[in-house]
């Protein structure tokens, strides 16, 4: 009996959804991909076997490949994932502080190079700045 990692499936995304092996349009446009970008924890799981596979059945590979610069953590500084259940719904979060909120939130703490220690209760201060930048838009629009 053989068994498979979690992983195991990964290096198939390419030709699953390109429908290989039939050559088409798509496929010559999209993959090989000219830039990843990535989690620097996720390279070896599923990178590392998606350009194994791409050399092995259709002699493509990934031209350029990028980590991205950060990692979502908790305030603990653990990854955040759904197994731990440390990581929040997107839609209770936007429902409360609202969606520019936790756009501007994760921008703003997100360092080049660093992990983001995020928590629901930062996106009050990008609640309090989007409202800003809200009333300044009003504010301009206001007719004399």
Do not use: H
């Not at 983001?116 to 004399?144: D, T």
């Amino acid at each position: 009996m053989t068994l498979l990692d979690t992983w195991f499936s990964s290096w198939l995304w390419p030709f699953s959804v390109f429908d290989w092996p039939k050559e088409d349009g798509d496929v010559k446009y999209f993959y090989p991909t000219d830039t990843l970008i990535t989690a620097p924890d996720i390279i070896f799981f599923w990178v590392a076997r998606m350009i194994m596979a791409g050399w092995n059945l259709g002699e493509r590979y990934l031209s350029s490949m990028s980590t991205s610069p950060a990692l979502s953590r908790d305030m603990q500084g653990r990854k955040m994932s759904k197994s731990l259940g440390n990581s929040p719904d997107p839609l209770d979060v936007i429902t409360t502080y609202g969606a520019d909120a936790l756009r501007f939130t994760i921008l703003y703490l997100a360092p080049i190079g660093q992990d983001v220690l995020y928590s629901n209760e930062k996106c009050e201060m990008g609640r309090n700045f989007a409202n800003k930048i809200w009333n300044a838009g009003r504010f301009l629009l206001i007719e004399p």
